[in-house]
């Protein structure tokens, strides 16, 4: 027991997807969709992701599920959706002026437990994102997923 204990877990090596010094937990993009982060009642601070996509009134919380190995075209970016992003608890904490939020990991840890990364099922909100062809993506831009 204690800090002694053999635990069979997983090690994840981070910060591959990145070159050079900058530092990502798994992949170089995280996009979340406003109907995911309404759904689960939380600020989009909260995830970090770097692309929040606003989604028409009626778009399925969770549907980045579905996006694995699609092409999100995102201004003059394309990207390929890697896999669903695995939460942990660090968005349930103290965010500058944001207090504690504990249904920020408890809600997809009810609802969307989904296999991510061969690492099993784990409570997922966003989806991972690799970079095909560089571009300038701003606020408003269209995204649309091939």
């Given at each position: 027991?204690?800090v ?17 010094n900058?530092?990502?937990?798994l ?9 995911t ?48 992003t ?61």
């Open positions: 027991m204690g002694d204990a053999e635990v069979d877990a997983p090690i994840l090596e981070l910060a591959l997807a990145t070159p050079g900058s530092f990502t937990d992949a170089p993009v995280h996009a979340i969709t406003t109907a982060l309404e759904h689960i009642g939380v600020e989009a601070a909260r995830y970090r992701p770097n692309l929040v996509i606003a989604t028409p009134p009626g778009y399925p919380a969770y549907a980045e599920n579905g996006w694995t190995d699609q092409i999100l075209s995102v201004g003059g970016t394309r990207l390929r959706a890697m896999g669903p695995p939460r942990c608890a660090i968005p349930t904490l103290e965010h500058g002026q944001l207090p504690r939020a504990p249904h920020a990991l408890r809600t997809p840890a009810a609802e969307n437990r989904v296999e991510a990364f061969g690492l099993g099922p784990l409570p997922c909100a966003g989806a991972y994102l690799q970079v095909l062809s560089e571009g300038r993506m701003q606020i408003g831009d269209r995204v649309s997923l091939d």
